[in-house]
Every structure is written in C-alpha cells, then in structure tokens.
C-alpha cells in the first residue's frame, strides 16, 4: 500500500506541475494517477518517507546549482572541441567507482553523467557505472571517478543515504 500511495503521490505531484490547478484537471490528473500508480506500483521500489520532503528540497537547492554548472562547463569544452579540431581527443570506456548505494541516487548520478556533454553512462553495475568519456584523463580509476563523478556523488550521498 506504501508503494501505490508514493506512487500516486509523485504521478499527481507532476501532473499538477505540468497542467496546473483548474478543478477538472484536478480530478482528471487524480484519476490518471491512481490508474498510472495501479499499474507501475510493483515496478516501483521507493517510498516516501518523512524525509522526502527534506531531501527534495535539499536536491533543488544544493544539487541542481552544482549540476547546472557542471553541465555548463562540460558544454563550453565540447564545444571548443567541435571548433577546433586540433585540440586532441582520447575517447574511451572508463569505470567510474561510487559509493552512493541507493537506487535513485545511482539513477540520478548515472543521469547526470549521461546529461553533461562528453560523457555517457552505458551500464550500471552494483559498485560503479561504466561510462564512455569523449577524452580520459587520470591516473586511475579514483581519479577517473573523482574527475567524472566526484562532485555529484558527494552531494548525492548525502542527500540519498
């Protein structure tokens, strides 16, 4: 029962962030969302708990600064990559190592990598994700990792532990 009320929480909490607070759309996105939380409830494996709250806003506030300007600086070196071709590229398949243990922590850290240009997460093992980087650097596999994710996952162990 957790998991079909978290379910039907998040579903509605997005329906009403995407089509607002008119009384029809209310009880439309209401319906929508216990059939949708019907459905996916054992696909699911969260539950809210009493630090959803807490963590939410921990994740807007201290996560998505940190991210957007990770996000933008990978942007500005993909792109003088692409306008000058003479800079060298070293492309390859690196592990990045993580100590977030949680489900939707790995999910989000595995997204945000895949997110910021340059880089994609291709799988997800239990101790690390396997990420395809459009230039290596580093000695090994810490500092992979601490360059990849280093900055992700400290805010996201927090966050999700």
């Known amino acids: 029962m957790k998991r079909y009320f978290s379910t039907f929480i998040l579903c509605f909490g997005v329906w009403l962030l995407l089509?607002?607070?008119?009384p029809v759309e209310l009880i439309v996105g209401a319906i929508?969302?216990?059939?949708?939380?019907?459905?996916?409830?054992s696909i699911f494996t969260y539950e809210l708990t009493w630090k959803f709250p807490v963590n939410l806003l921990l994740f807007i506030v201290w996560y998505i600064p940190i991210?957007?300007?990770?996000?933008?600086?990978?942007n500005i070196d993909v792109?003088?990559?692409?306008?000058?071709?003479?800079?060298?590229?070293?492309p390859g398949f690196v592990k990045v190592d993580?100590?977030?243990?949680?489900?939707?922590?790995k999910l989000t850290l595995a997204n945000s990598i895949t997110l910021t240009p340059g880089t994609i997460t291709v799988d997800v093992a239990e101790d690390g994700l396997f990420v395809h980087w459009i230039d290596v650097k580093g000695k090994d596999r810490e500092d992979i990792s601490s360059?990849?994710?280093?900055?992700f996952e400290k805010v996201l162990r927090r966050i999700f532990q």
């Open 98 to 105: 993580t100590k977030v243990t949680n489900e939707l922590g």
């Open 32 to 41: 929508v969302s216990a059939i949708i939380a019907f459905i996916a409830k």
């Open 79 to 90: 792109a003088i990559r692409v306008l000058n071709p003479k800079i060298p590229i070293n």
């Open 67 to 74: 991210f957007l300007v990770e996000l933008i600086k990978a």
């Open 147 to 151: 360059r990849i994710a280093g900055k």
């Open 19 to 22: 089509a607002g607070v008119q």
